[in-house]
């Protein structure tokens, strides 16, 4: 409680370190901001044509299927990597004036998330255009998946960036990480194509509940199952928590390691 009333007193900090990374993201590109939108949609693009012209998949619609599942993943995967980095990158602050340390993760997947939300403009454009409608009882729980994968990014966040002051080779070792989760998660595949034999580990995965739900909400149009929300709000408050207690453990000797 402590820790949330000094992040509350700071909050003009996070809103700057906020508005600072998303003007400062795409700043001296041709393009700019528009990059935020580009970047998911060329993605998008690559997997298509590898999913259904090389290896050709049944999936019905299969580029609206990959994207509502990719731009989720896309913020997560940027917390997981990109925020693993956050403190070292600003170590000059961290050495020099006081502030509660979690400000930096906070403040990084904050910007993060704003991101994610201005990129599912596009989502609802090509959910439009593709002419398979919105359920909008459906769309009312989007808030609470956003939320949900919001505390498990955050957490993650919190975990990574405190060992990687420890352990710069976290940093490169997260790439390669990203990677093989990505491909561990229903997103270029249908979760009924997983083998039963590894269901109970594959379950592990906080992000399988969480994709699960954005696509049943956005691809097939109904609300997701309250099980999927149930397991995605434990899973992701079990990774903040154990983010929150490592990160306290850590941050005391930031400075020291930096």
């Known amino acids: ?46 997997y298509t ?12 619609k299969f580029y609206l299927f990959l994207f509502v599942a990719l731009v989720p993943w896309l913020f997560f995967s940027t917390c997981l990597t990109g925020g693993a980095s956050c403190i070292w990158a600003q170590q000059d602050m961290v050495k020099k ?3 509660p340390r979690e400000v930096l993760p906070l403040s990084y997947v904050i910007s993060q998330l704003i991101n994610m939300l201005l ?11 593709s002419g398979t409608g919105i359920n909008v009882i459906a769309v009312l729980y989007l808030p609470i998946i956003i939320s949900v994968e919001f505390v498990l990014a955050l957490g993650t966040t919190m975990l ?4 990687t002051v420890y352990f710069r080779d976290l940093e490169y070792i997260l790439s390669i990480v990203s990677m093989a989760w990505m491909y561990m998660t229903p997103i270029v595949y249908s979760v009924e194509q997983v083998p039963k034999e590894i269901m109970p580990f594959y379950n592990l995965n906080p992000m399988n509940p ?13 609300s997701p199952q309250l099980g999927t ?6 899973l992701g408050l079990f990774v903040l928590i154990l983010g929150c207690f490592l990160f306290s453990k850590l941050k005391r000797h930031f400075a020291e390691e930096l």
């Open 1 to 46: 409680m402590n820790t949330i009333k000094e992040l509350y007193g700071y909050r003009q900090m996070i809103f700057s370190l906020v508005k600072r990374d998303l003007r400062g993201r795409y700043k001296g590109s041709a393009l700019g901001f528009l990059w935020t939108f580009i970047n998911p949609l060329l993605q998008l693009i690559v």
């Open 119 to 129: 990129t599912f403009i596009v989502i609802f454009i090509v959910i439009i255009i």
């Open 229 to 234: 929300l149930v397991h995605a709000f434990l």
């Open 97 to 99: 004036i006081y502030f």
């Open 49 to 60: 044509l590898v999913f259904s012209v090389i290896i050709k998949t049944d999936i019905d």
């Open 210 to 222: 969480i994709i699960i739900a954005y696509r049943d909400i956005l691809y097939y149009k109904h």
């Open 160 to 163: 990574m960036s405190a060992l």
